[in-house]
């Protein structure tokens, strides 16, 4: 079983910028993917950003491309968002999730952290 924690977060004025962390847990040594999630007030929970763990390929949102970017330490199974150029859109509750092996797609999830930005 893997098991993923988050921290960091918080408030930013429009513009600014925050940085999240995850770190996994447990069966690491099986992992296909880490990606962050977020999800808005009203709104279902999207896709931000994720590394594949074999090949280092990382994938983003179009909603973030440019904006964000993704590092990976895969000897310590951890990954970090860096979230530049924050708007106001990007306001919501971000997790981080692991796909825990090959085709079970992410189904390990973080408690979620908070990201607010204001304009």
């Known amino acids: 079983q893997v098991h993923v924690v988050e921290s960091g977060g918080g408030s930013v004025q429009a513009g600014g910028s925050l940085r999240l962390s995850c770190a996994a847990s447990?069966?690491?040594?099986?992992?296909?993917?880490l990606g962050w999630f977020r999800q808005a007030p009203g709104k279902e929970r999207e896709f931000v950003a994720g590394v594949t763990w074999g090949n280092g390929d990382s994938t983003y949102a179009d909603s973030v491309k440019g904006r964000f970017t993704l590092t990976a330490d895969n000897r310590k199974s951890s990954i970090v968002l860096q979230m530049n150029a924050l708007k106001p859109e990007d306001t919501a509750v971000y997790y981080c999730a692991a796909n825990s092996a090959v085709g079970r797609g992410y189904d390990a999830w973080g408690q979620g952290t908070q990201v607010t930005v204001s304009s």
């Open positions: 447990g069966r690491t040594f099986s992992i296909y993917a």
